[in-house]
């Protein structure tokens, strides 16, 4: 089933998306323990990244700081899965949350289409993954886990 989004999101004059420029661990694991979420230790942290097929990460012009991140792996066939999806916790989390789905649910449906989509995210994006047309547990499936 592929995503078709409902409007364009915009972020905040400054902030960009940015998919070329890979982020130090070090600032997403910053970025993950705001979320709540696990961290991971630097070098395989980094090598995640370096080797997922594509990522994405909010950030602004002005400041050198993450305020979103999610990597994607995928086998290209059937399966693409949306790891380390983090959001800073300030106003906007939500609309970061939103446009990082967006994008690449996007690229997902261009590059990838027909793959069965999987993500880990914490418990702070549910809202903007519905919104984004997710499904919260199915059958009562509740978590998927993958150890660095």
Request: with cysteine; net charge positive; hydrophobic share 40%.
């Amino acid at each position: 089933m592929q995503y078709f989004p409902k409007k364009k999101l915009i972020l905040p004059e400054g902030y960009f998306v940015n998919s070329s420029q890979i982020p130090l661990a070090k600032e997403v694991n910053k970025l993950l323990a705001n979320c709540g979420c696990d961290t991971f230790p630097i070098k395989p942290l980094s090598e995640a990244i370096q080797k997922s097929n594509f990522f994405f990460t909010i950030q602004n012009q002005l400041k050198n700081k993450l305020y979103g991140f999610v990597r994607v792996t995928s086998d290209r066939g059937l399966n693409a899965n949306l790891w380390n999806l983090s959001a800073a916790s300030d106003n906007n989390q939500q609309l970061y949350y939103s446009i990082l789905l967006q994008v690449t649910l996007d690229k997902i449906n261009r590059e990838m289409p027909g793959c069965s989509i999987s993500v880990q995210a914490p418990v702070s994006s549910f809202k903007s993954l519905e919104e984004s047309g997710f499904i919260l547990n199915p059958n009562g499936i509740r978590v998927m886990g993958y150890k660095l």
